[in-house]
């Protein structure tokens, strides 16, 4: 979800630089040391840096919702500090709607109101292909890696060592891939329930025009999204399960 609020960005900014757990779900960490394909792990960096932002878009909106939590935790606390405290109580505390309250609060107009939500959706649904595009990029390249030096064991050209250390890298790069996803999926649903309550409470109020069609539209194709994202998630995990069987039977990796 797409909202640009500087306050909302700079609460997220203070609890990150404070220790403090973002809403949005956790990034994973790199678990791949990468020696022989840095040219597949280039995606996967891609595919990290998509997941964080994907995580830090959906705390901002998160704040926006929790603005009344970070008031009365500043009431009480009489600083800035239990103000970031209460904003991520509120945030926590009731979470969904939130961005459904944000944009009708924001804007009264519902023509104005269903187009921003379009848009937003939108976006979102750029992103998530990205993503996607990503993992698969780094799988198609870890796959080709694998089936090398396969070929390259059966010859003869590697050493059951120097093999067991690459298929190694290539098992790490699609298991963190595989994980990334499986964090961006659920991050990716979230938001998206998150819009079905706006674009419910949206078809409800307003009367049906070219902007509620193509928000419905565009609803329909950030759920789509998320269903690609698990189904090539679990795609990934399974050849690299399969992999490391044919790995253990080739150089005992």
């Not at 010859?155 to 595989?178: C, H, L, M, P, V």
């Not at 998150?194 to 193509?214: D, G, I, L, M």
Request: charged share 15%; hydrophobic share 35%.
């Amino acid at each position: 979800m797409k909202l640009s609020v500087k306050a909302g960005t700079v609460l997220v900014a203070s609890l990150a630089l404070g220790g403090c757990a973002l809403p949005g779900g956790t990034t994973v960490p790199q678990t791949t040391k990468v020696n022989y394909y840095p040219q597949c792990y280039q995606p996967v960096q891609q595919l990290h840096q998509a997941d964080q932002q994907f995580a830090q878009t959906m705390a901002v909106n998160t704040m926006v919702g929790a603005a009344g939590g970070a008031a009365l935790g500043g009431l009480i606390g009489g600083n800035w500090q239990s103000a970031l405290y209460g904003a991520v109580a509120g945030g926590t505390a009731a979470a969904a709607g939130t961005y459904a309250q944000a944009r009708f609060q924001q804007e009264a107009d519902d023509e104005r109101r269903a187009y921003l939500i379009s848009n937003d959706m939108s976006h979102d649904s750029s992103e998530m292909q990205h993503a996607v595009f990503a993992a698969r990029q780094a799988n198609s390249c870890y796959n080709s890696a694998f089936n090398q030096v396969a070929g390259d064991v059966r010859r003869g050209s590697f050493s059951r060592e120097e093999a067991r250390q690459r298929f190694a890298e290539i098992n790490d790069g699609q298991r963190e891939t595989a994980a990334i996803l499986a964090q961006y999926g659920k991050k990716a649903n979230d938001s998206v329930q998150e819009y079905r309550v706006a674009v419910n409470q949206q078809s409800q109020k307003a009367r049906p025009s070219r902007s509620t069609h193509q928000m419905t539209q565009n609803f329909d194709k950030c759920n789509q999204q998320v269903s690609d994202i698990n189904q090539e998630q679990s795609s990934i995990q399974r050849e690299a399960d399969t992999q490391r069987n044919q790995a253990n039977e080739l150089a005992g990796a």
